[in-house]
């Protein structure tokens, strides 16, 4: 499932479907829990998250 994935790169600590069909979403272990409106919410926020972290990285090259 790709939001195993998520949480295996570490862009998030947990995401967790509810049955209806929104997402409980953590980015810290002793974070808030975020609801999500969807797996496109989730990837979305994912998506931020990354460029985050890939945007504040000092370039050496």
């Known amino acids: 499932m790709w939001a195993d994935v998520l949480v295996r ?3 998030l600590h947990a995401a967790l479907p ?3 069909g929104q997402w409980l979403v953590q980015q810290y272990p002793y974070g808030p829990v975020e609801v ?3 797996p496109s919410a989730v990837l979305d926020l994912a998506a931020r998250l ?3 972290t890939r945007t504040g990285r000092i370039r050496t090259r």
Do not use: A, K
Request: proline share 8%.
């Open 9 to 11: 790169y570490r862009l």
């Open 50 to 52: 990354q460029h985050q």
């Open 36 to 38: 999500l409106s969807g």
């Open 18 to 20: 509810t049955p209806s």
